[in-house]
Nanobody, 124 residues
């Protein structure tokens, strides 16, 4: 079955950086769009970034544009999220997700598989 395992979360001071990884198994990784979402306490899960299959197109939420970078390594079945200039508002559990559709989507219910999440905490 499909498994997604996130890693790289932790506690960092404002202005710092973290790199999240999501290792996928049980699927032909290169054939799927991948995305990162996040969910803060008491808030809905929100889109962060997505990268398409093939010659990738990339999408970012306005809140992270210019600070976060999504990338993928199809040889390693892994998607990454490089997070720079972190702010306390970035504190959340970060999830990676798989979408089998042909278009990149920003809606969480559109995604088919999810990881367990990794906690990111940014202190002020």
């Amino acid at each position: 079955q499909v498994q997604l395992v996130e890693s790289g979360g932790g506690l960092v001071q404002a202005g710092g950086s973290l790199r999240l990884s999501c290792a996928a198994s049980g699927l032909t990784f290169s054939s799927y769009n991948m995305a990162w979402f996040r969910q803060a306490p008491g808030k809905e899960r929100e889109f962060v970034a997505a990268i398409s299959r093939g010659d990738p197109t990339i999408h970012y939420a306005d809140a992270v544009k210019g600070r976060f970078t999504i990338s993928r390594d199809n040889a390693k079945n892994t998607v990454y999220l490089q997070m720079n200039s972190l702010k306390p508002d970035d504190t959340a559990v970060y999830y990676c997700a798989v979408d089998r559709s042909w278009v990149v989507r920003r809606s969480a219910p559109s995604y088919d598989y999810w990881g367990q999440g990794t906690q990111v905490t940014v202190s002020s």
